[in-house]
């Protein structure tokens, strides 16, 4: 079946660092979709990803989809300690728009 | 507000016994999901329903049960079957096909 594979697992930063997570796909995607989990809590939706090669931008974050269509990743700049959580990727696994694979996610923490 | 509510937020379970988890939503959504999440890693689909009346088993579905009957409610029946059901469970909603995961507050299963 589809996999998500994420890394790293963990990345620890001094605040003011910047920060990527990557996530890889084994299928191509029809769309990724990032979501943040603070620690305690529930995954929120950041953002989605459609069109090949795009790059999207909030704030200091930046989310990047692969050309293939088949990875990503989210650049983090300048760290600050609300950015502590784990970060999720996840795409359509094929046959099934509904259905969501996620990755393992990425667990940030910022040292102040 | 709309969103999606989870009850309760921890609930204990003895050997051999069944448990239910109760997800509500007021966002409308046709599509409802279960996850499960274990410390340090992704989300594991259990079950999910696109429609009322109508269920798929996700990627871990044994020992767990749920119904659909009506479309803001889709509870989540932990069975005695279930052996190792200590986890965060989550619940999730979606408008329709690719798009974002709405996600509730989770609820927090431990076994007596």
């Known amino acids: 079946g589809q996999q998500v594979m994420q890394i790293p697992q963990y990345q620890h930063v001094q605040e003011g660092e910047d920060f990527t997570t990557y996530c890889n796909s084994s299928?191509?995607?029809?769309?990724i979709q990032w979501y943040k989990q603070r620690p305690g809590g529930h995954p929120v939706f950041l953002i989605q990803?459609?069109?090949?090669?795009e790059v999207k931008k909030q704030k200091r974050l930046t989310f990047q989809f692969g050309e293939a269509k088949k990875n990503s990743s989210l650049h983090i700049t300048a760290t600050q300690t609300t950015d502590v959580g784990t970060y999720f990727c996840?795409?359509?696994?094929?046959?099934?728009?509904?259905?969501?694979?996620f990755g393992k996610g990425t667990l940030l923490t910022v040292n102040p | 507000d709309g969103g999606i509510t989870q009850s309760p937020k921890y609930l204990f379970r003895k050997e051999g016994q069944n448990v239910t988890l109760s997800c509500e939503q007021n966002?409308?959504?046709?599509?409802m999901y279960w996850y499960r999440q274990d410390p340090g890693q992704g989300l594991r689909l259990i079950y999910y329903?696109?429609?009322?009346?109508?269920?798929q088993k996700g990627d871990i579905a044994e020992g767990y049960s749920v119904s659909r009957e009506k479309k803001e409610s889709f509870p989540l029946t932990v069975t005695s079957a279930q052996k190792n059901p200590t986890a965060f469970y989550l619940c999730?909603?979606?408008?329709?096909?690719?798009?974002?995961?709405?996600f509730g507050d989770g609820t927090r299963l431990s076994i007596l």
């Open positions: 999730a909603s979606t408008r329709t096909q690719n798009q974002p995961q709405h």
């Open positions: 299928t191509t995607l029809s769309n």
């Open positions: 990803l459609v069109k090949s090669g």
């Open positions: 996840a795409g359509p696994e094929g046959g099934s728009n509904y259905k969501l694979t």
């Open positions: 966002l409308n959504h046709d599509a």
């Open positions: 329903s696109q429609i009322v009346n109508d269920f």
